[in-house]
């Protein structure tokens, strides 16, 4: 059984673009969560989707955003990239959004903004 | 609100030799605790959990963790040290409701000396 994949593996950008980071589930997985784990900051909760709605949301100002397919695959989109936008970028997904889950994490994109 | 504290960043053992990892978390009600390790590279990878039960929980890779609601701790421990066990660890609390957001500890980085 594949396992939560993710891409780009590594993502380059400047200043002020935009990043978009996909995710897709285990086959069967309806939630998708987003981590984000920056050096000096450890790991922090971004977003969380079920079914296709945004469940819950970390305190990250709103140029970080994302969406659910419906194929339960995710994206997340970073507006107006900063230079502490740089950091490791995990998706993980669940079952169901059930808190007894245990979530399974991808290998996560790196993303490089100069 | 919850935090989880890790208190020792880098730790050095000797192959053979034992580990206890230290995890200090701080929330209202019973947690679910979990372990996590990621080698470089990689995302994060299940050691075990806590939800509830028997407080001597045990894992993969040989290793176990005894949640300790007195002390609010959850050490994570193994008899054996093996090289391949080099890699950062982390300790993360998970609230009891819908939708299981995680919140993870800075990290201990494990250094595995033959």
């Known amino acids: 059984e594949a396992g939560v994949t993710q891409s780009p593996t590594h993502l380059i950008k400047t200043r002020g673009q935009q990043a978009t980071l996909r995710c897709s589930p285990i086959?069967?997985?309806?939630?998708v969560y987003w981590y984000q784990q920056a050096l000096g900051l450890g790991l922090q909760f971004l977003l969380w989707?079920?079914?296709?709605?945004?469940?819950n949301r970390g305190n990250f100002p709103p140029r970080f955003s994302g969406r659910q397919f419906p194929n339960y695959s995710s994206e997340l989109n970073v507006n107006a990239l900063e230079l502490e936008d740089s950091a490791l970028y995990l998706c993980?997904?669940?079952?169901?959004?059930?808190?007894?889950?245990?979530?399974?994490f991808g290998p996560g994109t790196r993303l490089t903004v100069l | 609100a919850q935090s989880v504290t890790q208190p020792d960043i880098h730790i050095t053992v000797s192959e053979g030799a034992s580990l206890e990892l230290r995890c200090n978390y701080s929330?209202?009600?019973?947690?679910?605790l979990f372990w996590y390790v990621q080698s470089p590279g990689q995302g994060l990878q299940l050691l075990l959990k806590?939800?509830?039960?028997?407080?001597l929980v045990q894992g993969i890779k040989g290793f176990e963790a005894e949640f300790k609601r007195s002390q609010s701790s959850f050490n994570l421990r193994k008899p054996s040290v093996h090289w391949s066990d080099a890699a950062e660890y982390f300790c993360?609390?998970?609230?009891?409701?819908?939708?299981?957001?995680?919140?993870f500890g800075a990290g201990t980085i494990l250094r595995v000396k033959s």
């Open positions: 086959s069967g997985h309806t939630s």
């Open positions: 929330y209202g009600a019973t947690p679910y």
């Open positions: 989707y079920d079914e296709g709605e945004e469940r």
């Open positions: 993980a997904s669940t079952e169901d959004g059930s808190s007894y889950n245990e979530q399974f």
């Open positions: 993360a609390v998970g609230p009891m409701e819908y939708g299981n957001k995680l919140v």
């Open positions: 806590y939800f509830s039960g028997d407080t």
